[in-house]
């Protein structure tokens, strides 16, 4: 079981960046497919990008293509989300997430329920 521990996170104005990052603990790395996620005060938890397994396969939700890209680091055990051209709205607490695809696959999917395994959080606030 991985233990997963995500760091990074601050206050920038709009426009600036900040890259977070998610060390995994616990388990071969490389065997999990990730996703980075978020939630805001009185919002449901939403998806913001994921990666599979193998690193080579990313997908970014609309609100952040473009500005948000997700990498992974098989060898460092690390996860990591760079957010450039950071907008208000993306304030929020990010959680870093992580399981096994299915068999036979490298890819977990975008969504909340697919995940089982979630880090503790790191905030990010964005002022206008």
């Known amino acids: 079981q991985v233990q997963l521990v995500e760091s990074g996170g601050g206050s920038v104005q709009a426009g600036g960046s900040l890259r977070l990052s998610c060390a995994a603990f616990?388990?071969?790395?490389?065997?999990?497919?990730m996703g980075w996620f978020r939630q805001a005060p009185g919002k449901e938890r939403e998806g913001v990008a994921a990666i599979d397994s193998d690193g080579l396969t990313t997908y970014a939700e609309d609100y952040v293509k473009g500005r948000f890209t997700i990498s992974k680091d098989n060898a460092k055990n690390t996860l990591y989300l760079q957010m450039n051209s950071l907008k208000p709205e993306d304030t929020a607490m990010y959680y870093c997430?992580?399981?096994?695809?299915?068999?036979?696959?490298?890819?977990?999917?975008?969504?909340?329920?697919?995940?089982?395994?979630w880090g503790q959080g790191t905030q990010v606030t964005v002022s206008s």
């Open positions: 997430a992580a399981d096994h695809p299915p068999y036979g696959r490298t890819w977990c999917g975008r969504r909340v329920y697919e995940y089982n395994y």
């Open positions: 616990g388990d071969t790395y490389s065997n999990y497919c």
